[in-house]
Nanobody, 126 residues
Framework: EVQLVESGGGLVQAGGSLRLSCATSGFTFDDYVIGWFRQAPGKEREGVSR????????YYVDSVKGRFTISSDNAKTTVYLQMNSLKPEDTAVYYC???????????????????WGQGTQVTVSS
């Protein structure tokens, strides 16, 4: 069974940091692209970042460039999202999802991202 489990969320003041984890199981990790997404109350889900587990390629949406860093530990089949200089507008539920690299390095808008985790809440106070 494919599983992705997010953790690491919490309440932090603006300017603070959090590290999210996405622990995966049930599939060949090296053959997948893992994406981080977020959904704020009343807003649509948006893609934040993605990483190729096979070659380490990364992508960030403009709003988090220079503040967030995505990384993967292939031995632990876990992807991390280090979030620094957090802003109140980063407040959201953060999710991870996986897409097979049969589809290349799919954009975060791709319908091929699936097996969504349950999410972890990040709240940034001003």
């Amino acid at each position: 069974e494919v599983q992705l489990v997010e953790s690491g969320g919490g309440l932090v003041q603006a300017g603070g940091s959090l590290r999210l984890s996405c622990a995966t199981s049930g599939f060949t990790f090296d053959d997948y692209v893992i994406g981080w997404f977020r959904q704020a109350p009343g807003k649509e889900r948006e893609g934040v970042s993605r990483i190729s587990s096979s070659d380490g390629s990364t992508y960030y949406v403009d709003s988090v460039k220079g503040r967030f860093t995505i990384s993967s530990d292939n031995a632990k089949t876990t992807v991390y999202l280090q979030m620094n200089s957090l802003k109140p507008e980063d407040t959201a539920v953060y999710y991870c999802a996986a897409a097979s690299d049969d589809y290349g390095f799919p954009p975060l808008s791709s319908p091929h991202f699936g097996s969504w985790g349950q999410g972890t809440q990040v709240t940034v106070s001003s």
